[in-house]
């Protein structure tokens, strides 16, 4: 992708992959990476940020003999996502209008 992402998008990011179930930073890197350009020295800044925020929560499982540090979206992570879902929408709207993604009447 060319364009660069902004924070708020790159949270929601974050957040939508964390919906789902907890995931451990390695597992959450290679997801993103797979759709968007997020290298770990800009994720673990953005998970600490978010968890000091309240919107992520982190904890230590141990999984095939080796400690991993898990998050997990919390409830005011769930209340920003369903915020950012929909000022994306509203944005990508504006977008369609003006690039030709919607025809207008």
């Known amino acids: 992708m060319s364009f660069s992402l902004s924070d708020s998008l790159l949270d929601?990011?974050?957040l939508a992959v964390l919906e789902p179930k907890d995931?451990?930073?390695y597992e959450l890197s290679q997801k993103l990476k797979a759709s968007?350009?997020?290298s770990e020295t800009t994720l673990y800044p953005m998970l600490k940020r978010l968890q000091k925020e309240g919107?992520?929560?982190?904890?230590?499982?141990t999984?095939?003999?080796?400690?991993r540090r898990y998050?997990?979206?919390?409830?005011d992570g769930r209340q920003k996502l369903r915020h950012t879902?929909?000022?994306w929408i509203k944005f990508r709207g504006v977008m369609?209008?003006?690039l030709g993604g919607e025809t207008n009447g």
């Not at 919107?55 to 499982?61: A, D, G, I, L, Q």
Request: charged share 30%; hydrophobic share 30%.
């Open 85 to 87: 879902k929909e000022e």
């Open 96 to 98: 369609d209008q003006f």
């Open 71 to 75: 998050y997990n979206i919390t409830d």
């Open 12 to 14: 929601g990011l974050v």
């Open 63 to 67: 999984e095939d003999g080796r400690n």
């Open 55 to 61: 919107y992520v929560h982190s904890c230590e499982k």
């Open 36 to 38: 968007a350009a997020i």
């Open 23 to 25: 995931t451990y930073a």
